[in-house]
């Protein structure tokens, strides 16, 4: 079997596609030409292919119905990560996959996190009959796993029933998280040269480039009260240390304020650290 999988997917899915033991192609990030190009290629009969479709460091939403088009018309599988894409993309945070139409394709399956936008812990894949019994019935990883808690299941489907009830959550998030993005460029991160990319989803990515400078930068904001993510070697390469803003649904504008002060001094402490290596 061959698998094919982005080059910037989630270390989970790496790992996977390792455990896999199938030969592995590893394709440029989001190049749908390139999958095709190594489907075309194989010799092998069965194949997947990998991908999110939101990438979790800010990355650009994936085009997954083009990419469908061509793993179908090659006759592969489609494995898609929607971790940070369910309950934030698509008509009441169903996914990217089904915005696109391809959430019920039997040639989809789909892999959704609860610990995400859900706030609780665990996943489920989603796919056709045939790919879930064989899961049930042959994966090692769900034979000899303990099933999960009743309390995050609990959780879980709590977080579902208010998604259903208000399906404007997703929005309300999207729309914060560009608001976000403004606030971060508003604060003058970009002239501090640090590049401000997203958002795809909920996530935006603030590239600091050196990882002391990224650890830093998360203890400013820390001491302001906002909480990010540090994205450093060996998750991220040499040279892209970066911050990972995410955004709720439920921003206020003192949230807005807060960040704007936290970003302003991670902008002082950029040009504190340039004026100190000069």
Known sequence: MLVVTDQLNHASLVDACRLARARLEIT??????AVDRALA?????AALVVTESVFSAGGPVTPLRDLWEVTHARGALLVVDEA????????????????????TEPDVTRVVSFGKALGAQGGAVLGAAEVIQT??????????DTALAPPAAGAAL?????????PGLAGAARANARRLAETATRA????????????????IRVTVGHPSLAVAARRVCADHGVR?????????????????????????????????????????LAGTAVSARA
Not at 28 to 33: W, Y
């Open 135 to 144: 899961l049930v019935s042959t994966g090692r990883g769900f034979i000899f």
């Open 28 to 33: 440029p990030h989001q190049d749908v030409a």
């Open 228 to 268: 990010v993510g540090c994205f450093r070697p060996p998750s991220v390469p040499p040279g892209e240390s970066c911050l990972r803003l995410t955004a709720r649904a439920s921003l206020t504008s003192v949230d807005f304020a807060r960040a704007a002060r936290a970003l302003t001094a991670v902008r002082d």
């Open 41 to 45: 290629a194989r010799a092998e009969p």
């Open 84 to 103: 940070h894409a369910l309950g934030v993309m698509g008509a009441g945070g169903r996914g990217v996959a089904w915005e696109a139409g391809i959430a």
């Open 158 to 166: 709590a977080a579902l029933d208010v998604l259903r009830h208000d």
């Open 188 to 203: 003058g991160l970009p002239e501090a040269g640090m590049s401000v990319t997203g958002p795809g989803g909920a996530v």
